[in-house]
C-alpha cells in the first residue's frame, strides 16, 4: 500500500497506481483541486461536515465514452438508445446533464419516472422497467410514450387489455427475460442466476415457447429485453446473456417470418473498478466483447438499448467528510467521521463486497502526506459496525481533517440511508477552471454548482411525522 502518486491523496484497495491510466490520473487531480476548493470556499467546514461532489467534466467523459463505443462497432444509421438507469444517482440535474449528453432514462419506479420527466428527458427517450409495476404505471407508461419492458406472463396479460382498449399509438413494447447464465461475485448484484427474480426464466421447462408464442400472437411486441450483469460479474458472461437474448429474437423473427423484434435492450451492468483510478474494463472493450460473441448484434437489423448506471457516474462522485474526533482505541487509531452507513450503506453493510478508496486530506483540504498508518475510518452513526474502511493505511487522519470515499457517485450519497435521522448530505457539481478544456489540469478557480441542498432538521422532522405528533395519543 506504500507509495501514492506524488500530490494525490488516494491509498489504493489492491497495491499498484495504474500510471498508465492518464485520464484517471487527470480525474484525480481535478478531484483534489476540487476538496480543496470546497474547504477554501466554505462549502466543507465544522459546520458542514459532509458533502457529496460530482466532477461535470468526467460525466460528459464517460457519456462521449459511451456513445463513441457502440458507435465504433454498430453499423451505420443503427438506432442506439443509451438510457441512464436512474436507480444508479437520482438527481435531476445528473439527469439533465445526461440528457444534455445525448444519453436518456431508464427508470423502475413513478419516482424514478418523474425525475426523468423534471429532468426534461422525452417519453421517447425513457424507458421503464421494474419488476412490480401497478396497472397504474402500466396505463401510464402507454398513455405518454415511455417504452416498457414487461417482467412476466402475468404482466403481458394486464398489456394485454391495456393494448386492446388503447386509442392512440403505442410506445415500444418488450419483455424482459432472464437467459439464466449464472451469477457474479456478488450475489445481491447477480440478475441471471437460475432463481432471479427478473424477468421471465428462459431455461424453465416451456418458458422460452411461451415466450416465442407470446411474440407471435401479439404484433406489438417489437423488444426483447436482458439486463444480466451488475457490479461482480465479468464482461464475457454479460456477453453470454446479451447472446441469448438475440439468439430468442432471431428465432422470434424467424418463427414470425418477419423482423418483429426490431429493437434488443441489452441492460447495463458494467462493473465498475472500485481499486484504482483507471477506468476499466472501459465502454470500448465490452463493445468490442460483444461484437466478438454476438456479431449479428450490431449488423444494423436491431435497433439498440442500453441502461448502463454505475460505470456512468461511480468514477465521478467523492463524499467528503470531516473528522470530527481522532482517538485510539486497543491500539488502534479510529478517525470518527461524518460519513458512515446514511450514505455508504453497501459498504458498512457489506465491507467484503463493496470496499473503498479512502483519500486523507489535511484541514485546509491539501492531500494529506506523511507516514502511513493503519488505522479505522469510522462514521457517526451509532453502531459498532459503522465503518468506511478498517485497518487501513493512511496518512494519520487528526481532528478537523477530512476523509473522502472515492468513486461514490453511484448507489451512496444519492441513495441516502436515514439510520439515527441524519440528514442527506448537499451535493454539489464541480467544475475546475483555468485549463479551458475541463481537464482539470490548469489552476484556475474551482466552480460549484449546488445539485441538491443539505436536508434541514425540520425537513427530518417534518418526514418523520411532525405535523402529527398527536395522531397515536388521541387514537380512541
Ligand atoms: C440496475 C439496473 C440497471 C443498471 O445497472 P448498473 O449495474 O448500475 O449498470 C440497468 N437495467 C436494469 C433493468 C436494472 O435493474
Known amino acids: 500500500m506504500g507509495d501514492h502518486r506524488e500530490g494525490t491523496a488516494v491509498d489504493q484497495l489492491s497495491g499498484g497506481t495504474d500510471t498508465t491510466d492518464a485520464s484517471g490520473a487527470v480525474a484525480a487531480a481535478r478531484r483534489d ?84 420527466r423534471a429532468a426534461g428527458v422525452p417519453a421517447e427517450r425513457t424507458v421503464l422497467d421494474s419488476p412490480a409495476k401497478t396497472p397504474a404505471e402500466l396505463r401510464e407508461a402507454l398513455a405518454s410514450g415511455v417504452a416498457l419492458n414487461a417482467d412476466n406472463p402475468q404482466e403481458v396479460a ?184 446514511q450514505v455508504a450503506t453497501r459498504t458498512v453493510y457489506a465491507p467484503g463486497a463493496w470496499p473503498l478508496r479512502i483519500a486523507a486530506y489535511d484541514a485546509g483540504g491539501r492531500p494529506k502526506t506523511g507516514p502511513e498508518v493503519v488505522q479505522d475510518v469510522a462514521g457517526p452513526a451509532c453502531f459498532a459496525g459503522d465503518l468506511l474502511a478498517t485497518g487501513r493505511a493512511l496518512p494519520l487522519l487528526e481532528q478537523g481533517d477530512y476523509a473522502a470515499a472515492l468513486d461514490t457517485g453511484a448507489y451512496y450519497f444519492a441513495h441516502h440511508y436515514a439510520y439515527n435521522s441524519l440528514a442527506r448530505p448537499a451535493v454539489y457539481g464541480f467544475l475546475t477552471g483555468g485549463d479551458g478544456d475541463g481537464s482539470g489540469a490548469g489552476s484556475g478557480e474551482v466552480a460549484f454548482a449546488t445539485v441538491r441542498e443539505e436536508q434541514s432538521v425540520a425537513e427530518i422532522v417534518a418526514e418523520a411525522g411532525g405535523a402529527r405528533a398527536a395522531a397515536l395519543t388521541s387514537l380512541a
Open 158 to 341: 394486464r398489456l394485454d387489455a391495456l393494448v386492446a382498449a388503447a386509442t392512440g399509438p403505442l410506445p415500444p413494447l418488450g419483455v424482459r427475460v432472464n437467459p439464466q447464465i449464472g451469477g457474479g461475485s456478488i450475489e445481491a448484484l447477480s440478475t441471471a442466476t437460475a432463481t432471479s427474480k427478473f424477468g421471465v426464466a428462459l431455461r424453465d421447462e416451456g418458458a422460452r415457447e411461451w415466450v416465442v408464442r407470446a411474440y407471435l400472437e401479439r404484433p406489438w411486441l417489437t423488444r426483447l429485453h436482458a439486463h444480466t450483469g451488475s457490479q461482480g460479474i465479468p464482461l464475457a458472461l454479460m456477453a453470454k446473456g446479451v447472446a441469448a437474448a438475440y439468439a430468442l429474437a432471431e428465432e422470434i423473427n424467424e418463427r414470425a417470418g418477419r423482423r418483429q423484434v426490431d429493437t434488443l435492450d441489452i441492460g447495463g451492468g458494467l462493473p465498475v473498478n472500485f481499486a484504482s483510478d483507471a477506468t476499466t474494463p472501459t465502454y470500448a472493450e465490452y463493445a468490442r466483447v460483444l461484437r466478438e460473441a454476438v456479431p449479428g448484434l450490431f449488423d444494423g437489423r436491431y435497433g439498440l438499448v442500453t441502461e448502463f448506471g454505475r460505470s456512468l457516474l461511480a468514477k465521478h462522485g467523492t463524499v467528503v467528510a470531516r473528522v470530527e474526533y481522532a482517538k485510539s482505541a486497543g491500539g488502534r487509531p479510529v478517525a470518527v467521521t461524518h460519513a458512515g452507513v
Open 33 to 116: 483541486r476540487a476538496v480543496r476548493a470546497a474547504v477554501a470556499q466554505g462549502l466543507l467546514g465544522p459546520d458542514t461536515p459532509l458533502v457529496g461532489l460530482l466532477d461535470v467534466a468526467g460525466i460528459r467523459e464517460s457519456a462521449a465514452e459511451l456513445r463513441a463505443a457502440f458507435a465504433a462497432v454498430a453499423a451505420p444509421g443503427t438506432p442506439v438508445l443509451h438510457a441512464f438507469a436512474v436507480k444508479a444517482a437520482p438527481l435531476v440535474p445528473v439527469l439533465r446533464l445526461l440528457h444534455e449528453e445525448g444519453v436518456g432514462a431508464e427508470v423502475a419506479s413513478p419516482g424514478e419516472l418523474a425525475l426523468a
